[in-house]
């Protein structure tokens, strides 16, 4: 099987290692110090005590790595764009695309919605470009749960976690997504396929749509946030605004707020993603995580004051670093 990896960082890293071990084809699309060191180097998995070094080809130009059988898409929201725009090389009849990334993606109501179905989500595809350029027919969802880190270009840390969470956007529980599902296990990952990946998507945001924001502005970990009664009501609130656009549109939580402020607690102190964004000076995933919810409150007629004012905080206060567009 020929892999391609586009965005060879944190998890698209860690992904590409394992299936580089199982004995696939490993290709790249990287730039900069990242594709540097792949080419000099190959790929590096840290695990535990072990390093994992894999060989690959590692180009800039998809064009110079050709159709492949599999895509795993590992980028952040914000850069999405403009990879729908040079992802074409890569992709035949028959290549798939699996989608590896945090919040709700372009293709979130294709196939699913009840009467929202087939809707557009502007918030985080802009003029439709991602869609145009990844026709709906080549993807295949996925929902990520493991912590990885990079240590250096093309070093990859892994923390904990092995889950990958897989399912068609229709719904449908074809022979392409068991047929992923079982090689990936074979590669080590605890894959399963989801009859709703939306679901699984959804449940995943539900967290990371308030903490990742918030702390990116506080500039706390969750732990700090957690401990104040005042913020985590707040977030408590955006989530149960979340949950009532996620009841409209079929994919209900049965949890409460306070069931999952309660599993995050057990994450002990940590920074979240997006707060390393904002550390390291990269735009930020506020679209994916917080428009996107936005959007889908007014579609469903669900009112979303808290996740407003979550979204307009966050947005000024990126936009001031020049990590965010300005309003």
């Not at 020929?2 to 290692?17: F, H, L, R, S």
């Not at 490993?26 to 060191?37: N, P, W």
Request: glycine share 12%; aromatic share 4%; with cysteine.
């Amino acid at each position: 099987m020929k892999v391609g990896i586009y965005g060879a960082g944190a998890i698209g890293g860690w992904i590409g290692a394992h299936l580089a071990q199982q004995g696939c084809s490993l290709s790249a699309v990287a730039r900069g110090a990242t594709l540097e060191a792949l080419q000099h180097n190959g790929l590096v998995l840290l695990q535990g005590d072990a390093e994992i070094r894999s060989a690959l080809v590692a180009r800039e130009n998809p064009a110079d790595l050709g159709v492949q059988d599999l895509v795993i898409v590992a980028v952040k929201a914000p850069a999405m764009a403009d990879v729908a725009r040079r992802i074409g090389p890569l992709m035949g009849p028959d290549t798939l695309v699996l989608t590896a990334m945090n919040g709700v993606p372009w293709w979130f109501l294709q196939g699913f919605g009840g009467a929202l179905a087939g809707t557009h989500l502007d918030s985080v595809d802009p003029g439709g470009v991602i869609a145009q350029h990844i026709p709906a027919p080549h993807i295949v969802g996925g929902v990520v749960h493991a912590s990885c880190s990079v240590e250096a270009p093309g070093v990859i840390r892994h923390h904990f976690g092995n889950g990958l969470i897989l399912g068609e956007p229709s719904g449908a529980d074809t022979p392409r997504v068991q047929a992923l599902a079982a090689w990936l296990v074979q590669a080590g990952f605890n894959a399963t396929v989801s009859p709703q990946i939306q679901k699984d998507v959804w449940y995943k945001l539900w967290g990371n749509m308030t903490l990742n924001p918030i702390s990116a502005f506080t500039g706390v970990t969750t732990d700090v946030i957690l401990d104040d009664p005042l913020v985590r009501d707040f977030a408590s609130r955006i989530m149960l605004e979340a949950k009532a656009i996620g009841e409209r549109i079929g994919i209900p939580i049965a949890q409460t707020p306070e069931d999952r402020h309660a599993v995050t607690r057990k994450l002990g102190a940590f920074r979240t993603s997006m707060l390393q964004d904002v550390d390291a000076g990269k735009p930020v995933e506020l679209d994916a995580l917080v428009s996107a919810v936005r959007e889908l409150g007014q579609l469903t007629g669900v009112a979303t004051p808290c996740t407003d004012a979550l979204l307009g905080l966050s947005r000024v206060h990126a936009a001031g670093r020049g990590l965010y567009p300005k309003a």
